[in-house]
C-alpha cells in the first residue's frame, strides 16, 4: 500500500515513538513548526508528545496511544517523529496493526524510527518513509536539498532520480544556527557494478538488526538495503559496520538481495571509499550485488527522504551510478 500523497493544507501529526519533544529548545521546535507551515500544512501535537521519564520519553501505553490516535484521525494525512532514540522497539509487540493497515498514510522518521517503518511495513505492507524528523525542520541553513527531496517523495507522484549534494554538515547545528561548516561532497561512489532493482528496506543498520528473527523482520528477497549507521563505535565504526552487515546476511533468503546502497557514515567514523570498500569487497555474499555508497542519509546532512516497501532501480558502470526511487 503506498499513501496517498501530502497536498496543500494536509495536517501533519507530530508524535513521540521514541524520545520526547521535551529534549528539544523551543527556539527549535518553533523554527520546525513554521518550516512547515510555510509549506501551508497545518500542524498537530499528539497528546503525550511532551512527556519524559526515564528514557527521556513518555511511557510505552501513552506513546502507542498517540501513534493509534494519529493514524485512526482521520484528519491527519501524515505522521511525523520528532526525533530518534533508542527503544521504539518497544512499541512492536503492543501496535495495532489492523488499525494501521486500514488507515494508511505516510509515517517518516529515521535513525531509531527504523524499528517502527520496518515493522510496519512488514506487518501491513504499508510503504513508510525514512526521512528527516520533526526536529529536522528545525534546521535554518544547509536544509535545501532535505526539504527538495522531501518533496519529492512525499507530495509528488513520480520517479526521483537521486543527484548527490553539494555539500554535506556534520555540525551540531542545534546548538549553533549561525556557525555552520559545510564540507564539499564528492557525491555517490561505484563499489560493485551491476543493474537490478527491488524493493527497498532498511535505515539504520544496529536498528533494523533488532528485528532479526522476529515477524517483524521484513522478508530480504528482492530487497535492496538501504544502510547507514551512526558514530557511537567512533573510530570503531568499520568494525562495527561490517560485523553487523555480516549478521544481516546470516538471514534467510540474505542471498536473494538485489542491490545495497550505503549512507554516508559521519566524520568522527574516519570512513572512507577505499574502507567501505573493503568491507564490501570482504563478503562473498556481495561478489554479484550491486553496490553504490556515499548517498546522501543517515546521521549527517542534508538527506534525501525514500520509500521502505518502495521500489529502487540501480544501475553501475565504471564510476557511474544512477539511483531512482519510486513510491
Known sequence: MIPEKLKIGDEIRIIAP??????????????????LENLEFKVTFSKYVNESDDYKCPPIEKRLEDLH???????VK??????????????????????????????????????????????????????PHYSSFGMEKGFEYTLEYFKKMLMEDKKVEI?????????????????????????????NEGKTSGEIIGG?????????????????????????EDDLAGNKFQLEFDRNLQSLLHLPNANKIKGIVLGRAEATCEMTKEKWTRIIKSKKELENIPVIGGCDFGHTTPTITFPIGGRASMEIMGDITHLTING
Open 69 to 75: 490516535a494519529a493514524f485512526e484521525d482521520k484528519n
Open 18 to 35: 521514541s524520545r520526547s519533544m521535551k529534549i528539544l529548545d523551543i527556539q527549535r521546535t518553533e523554527v520546525a513548526k513554521k518550516n
Open 163 to 191: 543527484q548527490s549534494s553539494k555539500a554535506w554538515s556534520n555540525d551540531a547545528w542545534w546548538k549553533n544556527q549561525e556557525n555552520r561548516i559545510f564540507i564539499k561532497n564528492d557525491g555517490m561512489f561505484a563499489i
Open 78 to 131: 501524515a505522521i511525523l517523529t520528532v526525533i530518534g532514540g533508542y527503544n521504539s522497539n518497544q512499541l512492536l509487540k503492543y501496535i495495532n496493526y489492523d488499525l494501521i493497515k486500514e488507515n494508511p498514510k505516510i509515517f517518516c522518521g529515521y535513525s531509531d524510527i527504523t524499528a517502527l517503518s520496518n515493522a510496519i511495513y512488514a506487518k501491513t505492507g504499508l510503504v513508510t518513509y525514512s526521512g
Open 204 to 228: 539504520n543498520l544496529c536498528t533494523l538488526n533488532l528485528l532479526q528473527g522476529t515477524e517483524y523482520m521484513p522478508n530480504l528477497e528482492n530487497k535492496i538495503l538501504f544502510l547507514e
